[in-house]
């Protein structure tokens, strides 16, 4: 019977074992230019004994910014200074993907340099606020993004996968979950298109498709992965038929042989296992277990072939060493929510270890 400590060939690079670390926003990128910082590099270096690492999320762009202090990887700049975190991870024998995330229309112009706005498939706002270095303010109506715009935009994430490779990245992950711009183009409440990028099923899943092959064809399929929510409501979206749209996307992908498929789950195990025999590859899972986090029974999931490898967010956060206390059994430090984003190494590089 496999387990999550037996190791696993993700697209030709050795894994030590199948606990993932989820991406997770932190908004400590206080360098200039939205760039990481050595305690970054720490952070993540201290978390190097997962089999693989997927960073908080990174913009591909300046307008794919939608929180204060996240990282980007579209100058020189942010690119050296990633090498930092890259050779930190390395260095402790880890493998870490560089999440590229897009905000879409969530975000706000205070965000964003030279009077940028936000943009999305279609013009619609979200319910609801983001915060800001002002506090919370109210979303705003994004910018549609026109064929021309949507051809750059499909540039920037190429552009950034291949920023990644230089910074040190042994991949990357493409964040079309959580309600960000690829989920809001494969969702019909958020895309209200009537051109060649939406209407129905194969329109909406169109963007996604090719995002991941500009990005596979940048860099190679075997150094990607894809981050997908179906029915996820967060950030005020509604999808109806999830089950038929991402079993279309995924048919659509499946011959691309990329590095995995990471869902994060909602409260529908049948959705998730029925995506589960359509994807061909390595299937990540990040299971619902709302409201708790998820905790050791997640591993069975692997035992049981429901997945290959399992994300843990917040219980990494909390344990540096979080694949050592799962073998163990415990125990586990308790995450502080007061110091999820933002602030100092206080409830970010300051969790214990085991000591025995």
């Known amino acids: ?13 050795r894994l030590t074992n199948r606990v993932v670390m989820a991406p997770m926003t932190r908004s400590r990128a206080y360098g200039p230019g939205a760039e990481p910082t050595e305690m970054m590099a720490t952070y993540y270096a201290q978390r190097a004994g997962a089999g693989l690492i997927v960073t908080e999320g990174i913009q591909p762009s300046a307008v794919g910014q939608g929180y204060p202090d996240t990282p980007g ?20 024998g880890g493998v870490i993907f560089a999440q590229l995330m897009h905000t879409g229309r969530v975000g706000h112009p205070s965000l964003l340099p030279d009077g940028l706005v936000p943009v999305a498939p279609s013009a619609v706002a979200a319910k609801g606020q983001v915060f800001t270095h002002e506090g919370p303010k109210d979303f705003v109506t994004p910018k549609e993004l026109s064929e021309a715009d949507i051809r750059r935009t499909i540039d920037d994430f190429a552009a950034a996968a291949r920023n990644a490779v230089e910074a040190g990245f042994d991949g990357v992950e493409l964040h079309g979950a959580n309600g960000y711009l690829i989920h ?8 209200r298109r009537t051109d060649a990028w939406g209407g129905g099923t194969e329109g909406r899943i169109r963007f996604a498709v090719e995002v991941v092959t500009a990005v596979a064809q940048a860099i190679g399929g075997h150094r990607v992965g894809l981050r997908i929510s179906p029915g996820n409501p967060y950030n005020d979206m509604a ?29 529908d195990r049948d959705l ?16 619902f277990t709302h409201p708790d986090v998820t905790g050791p029974d997640a591993l069975k999931l692997i035992e049981d072939g429901s997945a290959d490898m399992v994300a843990y967010g917040a219980l990494f956060l909390a344990n540096p060493d979080l694949p050592r206390r799962l073998a163990a059994g415990g125990p586990f430090n308790t995450p502080d929510p007061s110091t999820f984003y933002g602030g100092d190494h206080r409830g970010y590089t300051d969790y214990p270890v085991l000591t025995a």
Not at 184 to 191: M, R, S, V
Request: charged share 20%; proline share 7%; hydrophobic share 40%.
């Open 73 to 92: 990887l579209h100058t020189t700049g942010q690119v050296r200074a990633w090498r930092t975190v890259t050779d930190a991870v390395h260095r402790e």
């Open 1 to 13: 019977m496999t387990s999550a400590f037996d190791p696993i060939d993700l697209s030709g690079k």
């Open 239 to 267: 999808e109806d038929n999830p089950g038929e749209v991402y079993s279309a996307l995924l048919d659509r992908l499946a011959g691309q042989e990329l590095a995995y498929l990471h869902l994060l789950e909602g409260p």
């Open 184 to 191: 809001q183009f494969l969702a019909p409440d958020t895309n």
């Open 272 to 287: 998730t296992a029925s995506l589960r025999k359509v994807w061909p590859g390595t299937f990540v899972l990040n299971p």
